[in-house]
Structures are given as structure tokens and as C-alpha cells.
């Protein structure tokens, strides 16, 4: 059911959030909306969540869930292997792969002029 919420009406969206929750409940929401707010609030400053919201940006991408996907099912891949696959400029994959870095899901290692990747511990995504 999609519900339209007309702001210039005058009517606040914590009041239209409470009278939606008590149709739903049938309980007086006035005493879990400003929980909920307070909830809201702690999660997003929490470390984790920012960490997490920093994965899943870096996963939005389509060829750099391409390569996380590509490393879990290889240890290790070398630059030139992720261009390869992707089709894409080493400058274009040395960007994607620090971003995922950044994101601390994968490592990196140098040997020579050669960039090598792989996942970092506990950092997987499901394989299609």
C-alpha cells in the first residue's frame, strides 16, 4: 500500500508516522515513536553501521562486486587478471580495487610492478 504524505499540508511527519502505526498496531504510538527516533539515531552513529554503510557503497558497484565475486573464487588475483575480466582500464580497476580496499574487503600486496588482490578475512559476499 503505498500511503502519500502531502508535507505541505501542515500535518508533521511524526504525527502522520504515529496515526500509520496505531492503524497497524492498534496500540497509541505516541510512546514508541520518539523510541524508535532515539534508535535511529544510536545505530547511525555507531561505528559498525558506518563501517557497514562503507561495504555496501563499495559493493553497489557493478564491477567491483564483480571482483570481490571474482576472488571468491580465487585466492589471489593479479590486477591484470581483474582487467581481463571487467574490460576495463588498469587505471579504471587500480581506482575500484582501492576503493574496496578502503572498505577493508580485500588486501592488497605488491611483488615488483605487479598489484596482487585478495579477500580480506571475513569478507565475502554471495556468489550468484
Known amino acids: 500500500m503505498l500511503m ?3 508535507l505541505m499540508s501542515g500535518a508533521r511527519p511524526t504525527q502522520i508516522l504515529g496515526e500509520r502505526l496505531e492503524r497497524l ?3 497509541e504510538a505516541s510512546c514508541c515513536v520518539p523510541e524508535y527516533r532515539s534508535m535511529g539515531r544510536a545505530v547511525r552513529r555507531s561505528p559498525a553501521f558506518a563501517r557497514s554503510l562503507e561495504r555496501m557503497k563499495a559493493l553497489a558497484d557493478t564491477n567491483r562486486l564483480l571482483a570481490v565475486t571474482l576472488l571468491q573464487r580465487r585466492d589471489e588475483l ?3 587478471e581483474i582487467q581481463a ?3 576495463l582500464s588498469h587505471a579504471t580497476v587500480s581506482h575500484h580495487m582501492a576503493v574496496l580496499a578502503d572498505a577493508g574487503l580485500v588486501t592488497e600486496r605488491r611483488e615488483g610492478k605487479w598489484m596482487f588482490y585478495r ?3 571475513g569478507a565475502s559476499v554471495v556468489s550468484p
Do not use: E, K, R, V
Open 4 to 6: 502519500y504524505i502531502d
Open 25 to 27: 498496531t492498534g496500540d
Open 78 to 80: 593479479c590486477a591484470c
Open 85 to 87: 575480466a571487467t574490460g
Open 119 to 121: 579477500l580480506a578475512p
